[in-house]
């Protein structure tokens, strides 16, 4: 076998370690999906808890398979649309769990962050193409880790704070009208739950700008404009619009209620067609862009 | 003097005072312009934006009417849209001034700051006169805890602050985001590009097509500038890429993850991937070099203020066909007619430069380009024409009632063969597209933009504190009763009432207070 050929082979045996980790991790979002499914219908912690549980189990996993990743590409590992939903994924669940440690017993908002990682995941494995490409060379820019590890984060911040939101909005009629616990909320924690929507999205907000930002110097140094209103940046302009409109009318009186909460959850839709919205409206449309390899 | 006089005159105050202006000055005011400008956005992400209008229309563009009339295509520039910016521009300048007028205002402390309900209360087991405890507790403040006297008064209500003021913050980037507005306006006022198509050796004065819209509007021809740009060199560097074989059908897919089957990659020998393009630019004052640089994407040169780009670049193809002395000249990715020939060819990218294999070694490549033969139905009707965007990386059709076969490889020195006649590559030179641009508003959107992003991480992710404490005397006790405000990601109010509450507990003996902390 010459050199070649082993190398091929090897990089073959990777990817197939790779590929079936990744089912195996997806196949754990999934349980842990049903799970939390489980606890909606009983109202039953246990099932909330080991759902809890093994997604741990399934984030820790997935840092191995971003590790290999990494290791296989010998780059930054979300250069692909596989990648970066693998990325998502990972990112959505561990900043789940780390803020779901502070509300015990709570474990709603898990069924809208592990749906979307088991979804997203199951998009990669059967719609994208597991294969380790180089870089392309607008890629090859020390802004590239910066501009996608940051944008990243704040999705996955605003997906979790989505996920409260959403908790609350349906919750809190039932919890204000009766004392009984419901899923681990009531009268005395539902307000404090609900502010850390608004926390979270705070905390994503700057990693957002920085994201758009650092997005701009780079396409500055590598297309000569920072801005040339191409969807996809167009619809990350969109996102932070939004949830900066969101933040402001938090300190609006009439309107820190019912519309501050729609237009948090109107900021991760926006999230998500800036993430995967837009590839879609860009081919539907015919509309040139110039993040076609992101796609 | 006198237009000094006339704005000093001003009834700033009425104005201030006004309906209008007051609206101006509202958050509401603000949101609702934001989303109107999402409705903007949203429309400009549905309308391919810069397209020209019949091009839009062949591809089979809809809502015409609306599209010129509310000039859909272009709305990013259009009156509407830009009064809505300037409307934001307005409302920004003028909550900002507002937030000063009213922080300056706070630096003095209102009355309102002096009444407040305590959140914690205290008891100070301590035996000492009141004025003593009251003494301990604010060196406890100032030494332990790091707080800074803000306010007190001689009735013994204090007021400290501890981290950086969140309202000067938030206001910082504020006026940050202004100076990104005024560096938008810049760019839209004074910024031109235009591209350079330069061959090896070739050298080429620099002299844009278009004016600046400033320049436009005064009548002013485009700037012409004093120097040149010669391409001394442009290199092509490709990586070898294996393909992966891999089923594109879902339930096979499946079959990989459960070890049915593996992926394998197998290498062609025309697996290859971009890796980089350079060109090595001199620019040129009189006769003399003044600055040379080899460029590559993310790496411009920049020169007088102009910066120039590594955009693309464009492969030209003298073809002969046998013997005939009169060769065909094409363009790599475009069709040609060629007598004789059933169809049309198509010549791919040249693949030519340095390979980087996949075992670690380097070769140069021997020129090449991929031959397609591309035939219309039979019927002789034209197919309709490609999408007016073909998308990259992967749909190779060119439009239904087409047919295309690929005739294989052709290299610098062989020849393939179509319809009894020997095609083969005469001659061939490779040149460097450059896009290049002026933009002053660059700058200030770099300074203004680091300025937005610290002081809204600091304001953020920052810890500001502020207590608001009196001693008070109780049934022969002093009790401390305190109230906390907190903004910031990481202040932590309940860890300060912890600490303090430890502190508090250590003063029953008597606190050193020479002693440093």
Redesign the interface.
């Known amino acids: 076998m010459s050199n070649l050929e082993t190398i091929l082979s090897r990089d073959a045996y990777i990817l197939s370690i790779e590929v079936r980790l990744f089912w195996f991790i997806a196949l754990i979002y999934g349980i842990c999906f049903i799970l939390y499914i489980i606890h909606l219908t009983t109202k039953k912690t246990g099932p909330g808890r080991l759902a809890t549980n093994m997604l741990w189990v399934a984030v820790i996993t997935h840092v191995g398979l971003i590790l290999l990743r990494t290791f296989e590409g010998q780059r930054a590992p979300f250069q692909t649309l596989y990648e970066s939903l693998s990325w998502f994924a990972w990112s959505a669940s561990i900043t789940y769990l780390y803020v779901e440690r502070k509300w015990k017993d709570i474990f709603l908002p898990g069924i809208l962050v592990t749906s979307l990682a088991v979804g997203a995941s199951l998009y990669a494995l059967l719609a994208r193409s597991p294969a380790v490409e180089p870089l392309s060379p607008p890629l090859q820019s020390y802004w590239f880790e910066w501009h996608v590890i940051l944008a990243f984060l704040s999705y996955a911040v605003f997906v979790v704070s989505c996920s409260i939101e959403i908790v609350y909005l349906v919750i809190r009629s039932s919890v204000k009208k009766d004392l009984r616990l419901e899923y681990g909320l009531n009268k005395g924690n539902l307000e404090t739950f609900h502010r850390t929507s608004f926390r979270l999205a705070l905390f994503g907000f700057p990693l957002l700008t920085f994201g758009i930002f650092s997005g701009a110097a780079w396409a500055n140094e590598a297309w000569g404009r920072y801005w040339g209103w191409d969807p996809k940046e167009t619809w990350s302009l969109i996102t932070w619009t939004v949830f900066a409109i969101y933040l402001h009318s938090m300190s609006i009186q009439k309107w820190k209620e019912l519309p501050a909460s729609l237009f948090n959850i109107l900021g991760f839709i926006c999230m998500l067609m800036t993430f995967i919205g837009v590839n879609w409206l860009a081919r539907l449309l015919g509309i040139p862009s110039l993040h076609l390899y992101a796609m | 003097m006198t237009i000094l006089q006339n704005i000093q005159n001003i009834n700033w105050q009425g104005i201030r005072e006004s309906k209008l202006y007051r609206r101006f000055a509202s ?2 005011t ?2 609702i312009l ?2 109107i ?2 409705g903007f ?2 429309i ?7 397209a020209q209008l019949d091009d839009y229309i062949k ?1 089979g563009g809809r809502f015409i009417s609306f599209v010129i009339f509310f000039d859909l295509l272009n709305i ?1 520039n259009t009156p509407v849209f830009l009064i809505i910016a300037i409307l934001l521009f307005i409302n920004l300048v003028i909550c900002t001034f507002e937030r000063f007028l009213m922080l300056r205002s706070q630096n003095k402390t209102a009355a309102e700051d002096w009444q407040f309900t305590p959140a914690y209360t205290f008891p100070l087991d301590i035996n000492q006169e009141l004025e003593s405890a009251e003494e301990s507790v604010r060196e406890i403040f100032k030494k332990e805890l790091r707080f800074k006297e803000k306010a007190s008064q001689t009735y013994g209500i204090y007021i400290m602050e501890k981290g950086w003021s969140y309202r000067w913050l938030t206001w910082a980037y504020h006026i940050a985001i202004l100076f990104c507005f005024l560096g938008f306006l810049m760019t839209y006022l004074f910024s031109f ?1 235009d591209e350079i198509t330069l061959y090896p050796g070739e050298v080429a004065v620099i002299k844009p097509a278009a004016a600046s819209r400033w320049n436009k509007s005064w009548g002013n021809s485009p700037q012409i500038f004093d120097f040149k740009l010669e391409l001394a060199e442009f290199i092509t560097e490709y ?1 070898q ?4 074989e ?1 089923p594109a059908d ?1 339930l096979s ?1 499946l079959a ?2 459960l ?1 049915w089957k ?6 062609k020998e025309e697996s290859y ?5 350079k060109s090595r630019l001199k620019a040129i004052k009189g006769n003399m070099a003044v600055l040379e640089k080899t460029i ?5 040169l920049s020169y007088q203020g102009i ?1 120039f ?1 590594q ?1 693309a670049y464009k492969q030209m193809l003298k073809i002969q066909v046998d013997d005939n002395p009169i060769s065909f000249e094409t363009e790599t990715g475009k069709e040609i007619i060629i007598p004789g020939i059933d169809g049309m060819l198509k010549f791919g990218t040249i693949r030519i430069g340095t390979l980087f ?3 670690g070694g380097m070769e140069k490549i021997r020129p090449f380009t991929e031959v397609t033969l591309v035939k219309k139905e039979s019927s002789g009707k034209l197919a309709p024409d490609p ?3 073909p ?3 992967g749909d190779k059709g060119v439009g239904r009632g087409t047919e295309t076969e690929n005739i294989g490889k052709l290299e610098q020195d062989g020849a393939v063969y179509i319809d009894n006649k020997r095609i083969s590559i005469k001659e061939f030179k490779e040149a460097s597209i450059l ?3 002026y ?1 002053p508003g ?1 700058p200030l ?2 300074w203004s ?1 680091i300025v ?2 610290l002081a ?2 600091f304001r ?2 920052g810890a500001w504190y502020r207590i608001t404490y009196r001693i008070e005397e109780k049934d022969g006790a002093s009790h401390l009763l305190i109230k906390v405000n907190t903004k910031g ?1 990481i202040a932590d109010e309940e860890r300060l009432i912890k600490r303090l509450k430890h502190l508090l507990e250590k003063m029953t003996e008597p606190i050193d207070l020479d002693t440093p902390v």
């Open positions: 958050l509401k603000s949101c934001l989303c400008l999402v956005y949203t400009g992400t549905i309308f391919p934006q810069d591809s990013f590009e990586n890429l294996p393909k992966l891999y879902k897919r990989f993850a070890g593996d992926p394998q990659y197998t290498l991937f971009p890796k980089d393009w590559e994407v993310n790496d411009p910066t780009y955009a294999k996949k075992d999408p007016l965007y998308l990259q990386g896009s290049y641009r933009d660059v959107l770099w933009g937005v992003l809204m991480s953020v992710f990601l």
